[in-house]
């Protein structure tokens, strides 16, 4: 079993910048690891995930602006976030995948993001 928290939600006015990171309760060695994100009214969103061998994807509308990363010694998948803009805004969740599934299997919380213009 896996938990996971986010942390680095918050207000940022257009073209700023936020950090998110995504702390597991257990190892996410393995395990594939994606930031989705849900607006009001809107389906969520897969933004950009990583797999267990470092392997990247992102969303068309945050390639360039957005970087996944992870530290699997710490357990922590972050995302840096840049030149952010009022359709950023929603709350973002992390997700982590059992080994070998080929479903999101655990999500924290989520983490709101305001960009204002």
């Known amino acids: 079993q896996v938990q996971l928290v986010e942390s680095g939600g918050g207000l940022v006015q257009a073209g700023g910048s936020l950090r998110l990171s995504c702390a597991a309760s257990g190892s996410i060695f393995n395990r594939a690891v994606g930031w989705h994100r849900q607006a009001p009214g809107k389906p969520r969103e897969l933004v950009a995930h990583?797999?267990?061998?470092?392997?990247?994807n992102y969303l068309n509308s945050v390639k360039g602006r957005f970087t996944i990363s992870r530290d699997d010694a710490k357990n922590t998948v972050s995302l840096q976030m840049n030149s952010l803009n009022t359709e950023d805004t929603a709350v973002y969740y992390c997700?982590?995948?059992?080994?070998?599934?080929?479903?999101?299997?655990?999500w924290g919380q989520g983490t709101q993001v305001t960009v204002s213009s």
């Open positions: 997700a982590a995948k059992r080994l070998y599934s080929t479903s999101w299997d655990y």
């Open positions: 990583i797999s267990s061998g470092g392997w990247t």
